[in-house]
């Protein structure tokens, strides 16, 4: 079964760092493109950053820059995305999405079910 | 704020038909970049719904289409059903910020 299986969710203090994990199955994890994106209470959705889990090279959203950290392991087919001095903004639900080409007019055609990040003191 | 402008809501009757718009600029959907639209239902992964403006992946109901037109793109739903009550988001690429952008997202509300 062709899924994304990500991390549950995590509580942390502001200026912590947070993990998430997001595990794939059912095709080859080097063929395809590995997005995150970001979903704040009652506002749209917002690209992180990207990752080739082949070489490992990575993209990040000017916004994250700095901040922002995306890895990956093929031993277990699994991609990591780590957010740094965290504060309450980055409260959020944190979605993987596969894409099979990184060129600026391709699409996430299949996406992980989120995992909810809770920044609070 | 979204890149991407979307309608906050939209609403019709069962049977209906409503079209959910997407205003971009120059540097995105005006730039040539495809747009692409997701559904998405609170608590489950969102969910591909118009790839390349229009194009529907397999599965996808042809009540569903998509259409894009200078700076703008727009998705419509004809014949609505109870099920397609959710969020949709557009998604393009934007060169002045060199990443992938969405919509604020619409909510469609089945009356």
């Known amino acids: 079964q062709v899924q994304l299986v990500q991390s549950g969710a995590e509580v942390k203090k502001p200026g912590a760092s947070v993990k998430v994990s997001c595990k794939a199955s059912?095709?080859?994890?080097?063929?395809?493109?590995m997005h995150w994106v970001r979903q704040a209470p009652g506002q749209g959705l917002e690209w992180m950053g990207i990752?080739?889990?082949?070489?490992?090279?990575?993209s990040y959203a000017q916004k994250f820059q700095g901040r922002v950290t995306m890895t990956r392991d093929t031993s277990t087919s699994t991609v990591y995305m780590e957010l740094s001095s965290l504060r309450s903004e980055d409260t959020a639900v944190y979605y993987c999405?596969?894409?099979?080409?990184?060129?600026?007019?391709?699409?996430?055609?299949?996406w992980g079910r989120g995992t909810l990040v809770t920044v609070s003191s | 704020q979204s890149v991407l402008t979307q309608p906050p809501s939209v609403s019709g009757a069962p049977g209906q038909r409503v079209t959910i718009s997407c205003t971009g600029s120059?540097?995105?959907?005006?730039?040539?970049?495809?747009v692409h639209w997701y559904q998405h239902l609170p608590g489950t992964a969102p969910k591909l719904l118009i790839y390349g403006n229009s194009n529907r992946p397999s599965g996808v109901p042809d009540r569903f289409s998509g259409s894009k037109s200078g700076t703008s793109a727009s998705l419509a739903i004809t014949g609505l059903q109870a099920e397609d009550e959710a969020d949709y988001y557009c998604?393009?690429?934007?060169?002045?910020?060199?990443?992938?952008?969405f919509g604020g997202g619409t909510k469609l509300t089945v009356l």
């Open positions: 998604q393009s690429y934007d060169s002045s910020l060199s990443g992938w952008v």
């Open positions: 059912g095709y080859t994890f080097t063929s395809y493109y």
């Open positions: 120059s540097s995105n959907i005006g730039a040539g970049y495809d």
């Open positions: 999405a596969r894409a099979y080409d990184s060129s600026p007019s391709w699409y996430f055609d299949l």
């Open positions: 990752i080739n889990p082949s070489g490992g090279s990575t």
